[in-house]
């Protein structure tokens, strides 16, 4: 059998749950979030007590271990979140085994035949996961979620933990404030790279950024020089963007920058450099100075809509 | 205070990945090197906490004989001294990797006193395997919080703070603890040439521990598809803009 961590109700925990399903045989679920509907599974196995109030990573970890003694799931599964990978990481040092993060693809057996995501997704490794009990995450977006109906046995328990458990855990939550268009969550985002030349290169970015009820990105040369903050920053070590239209100005397009960018339905990139990388990663480029290209394109989006509204 | 901070040296890849013939490796005989934004960020926090409250700063890696190149950018930025356990070109499993540091914390500790804090990257750049800080800190019975944006030593406790969504969620950790961060903790400087010159000088304590057999067992390297497309070009100067524009109206933006 194989046991999922279901951390709450979302699609993340809907692909772990279908790339369990896939391992074969009987499939398990765990959650310390006494709100996750889980359905489709054999039995949802629910941690109780003051230590599951606030986020604790080590205690929903023990609670993981406690479950993973008494059933020997052949696997344990979670979602390829920062939080997915912590839990099972803490899991990982508690039982002395080994963990494999992000993985597209697993093939049972002994060992395991697992494909992970290296490089933020810009590359991947096939590998061999040992272990008496395989520990792994599914990267976010690769296997497609599916709702599968069924109310499951619900087991409650209370596991037994220690002292160094409750230590770490969210005592606080601060809440943002309320801004513009979230970049991870836009249906456009309009970048600049290093090719904005100075901060103030950023104005016609902004302006088109606004014409489309879009983001404005940037590369890490731009963060790097202080021009944006690292909120902006799209890429490996940025925010994962997902737009309807990705539109990359100035950006030579790095591996760690398009591993950023991945989810993007369609790229634009505007370019004076007709041999710049990105361009294999683009689906459409104008070639030219960004300073001229990008107001240009502003001016047309405003003939647009006043003929829309003329028109209507 | 005294603060450690551990970095891996990865190549710096440009706009494509090229592997070696046997897969085992991405190709860099043309690469220069580096380490993850993340870990840098570890890096710059370590030397301000260490200028603010005195105290010994230590870079710790585990890599091949050039990683000592890593070490040096380390203590330019204003880091006092390096550990360097030399490995063979062999890539280390992450438990091998954590094992490694551990044996190398516990000698270091021995002589000189306890780490107060221990800084990892969240991930590493290359293998991206988001467990090496929690395994050592179980190793050593410490606390660890991952994915931080904030890190404030408040006396006998570390207040962290990671980026959710919605907001900020805070920990406060008794110390010594460990910690991983994430780019955007804060914004590193860029080394003088003064200090790039002083890191020439500072010590390098250097060992070669043996790899123990991988458990989490590289079998090969894949370039995922999608690299290789054709962009299509929608015009040249501000003359793309209309076309540009009709891409985009079919997209349904406009
Ligand atoms: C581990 C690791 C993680 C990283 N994570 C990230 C990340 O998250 N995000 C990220 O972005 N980078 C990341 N990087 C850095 C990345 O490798 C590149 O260095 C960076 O993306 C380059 O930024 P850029 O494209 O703006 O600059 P450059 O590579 O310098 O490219 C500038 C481009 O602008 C074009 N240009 C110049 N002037 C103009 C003009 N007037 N009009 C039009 N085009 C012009 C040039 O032709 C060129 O293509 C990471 C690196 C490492 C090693
Ligand atoms: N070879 C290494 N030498 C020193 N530190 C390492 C090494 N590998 C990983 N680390 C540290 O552990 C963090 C997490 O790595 P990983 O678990 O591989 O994602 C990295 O960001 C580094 O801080």
Redesign the pocket.
Known sequence: MVLVYVEEPSELGQQALAFARELGGPVHAFTADVTAPVEGVETLYVAEGDAFASYAPAAIAQALVELVERLSPAAVVAAGTERGNEVLAHVAAKLDLPFSANCVAATTGDPFLVTRVRWGGSLLEEAHLHGNVKLLTVQPHVVAAEERAGEPAVERFTPALSEADLVVRVVERVPAAAGGVSLAEAKVVVSC???A?SPEGFGIIEELAGLLGGAVGC????TMAGWRPHTD??????TKIAPDIYIA?????????M??CKGAKAILA????PE?P?LASADYAAI????EVVPAISAEIRKAQAQKAGRG | MRILVCVKR?P?TGGKIVLTEDAQAIETRHLGF?I??HEECGVEEAVRLIEASGGESVVLTLGPPEAVEQLRDAMALGIDRAVHLVSDVEEWDPQATAGAIVEAIRADEAANGPFDLVFFGNES?DAGNYQVGIRVAYALGRPVVTGLKGVAVEGDVVRCEQEVSGGRDVYVLPLPAVVTVLEGLNLPRYPSVPAKLRAQRKPVEASSPTRPSSKLEKVRLVVPEGQGKEAVILGHGPEAAPAVVEMLQQIGVV
């Open positions: 790279g290093r090719g030349g590369s890490r040369a731009v920053q799209v890429g490996q070590t940025g100005c100035g950006i030579s397009g790095a591996t760690q920058h591993a950023g505007v370019n004076t450099d710049a990105i030219g100075d960004l300073h | 990865v710096l580096t993850s934004p750049a």
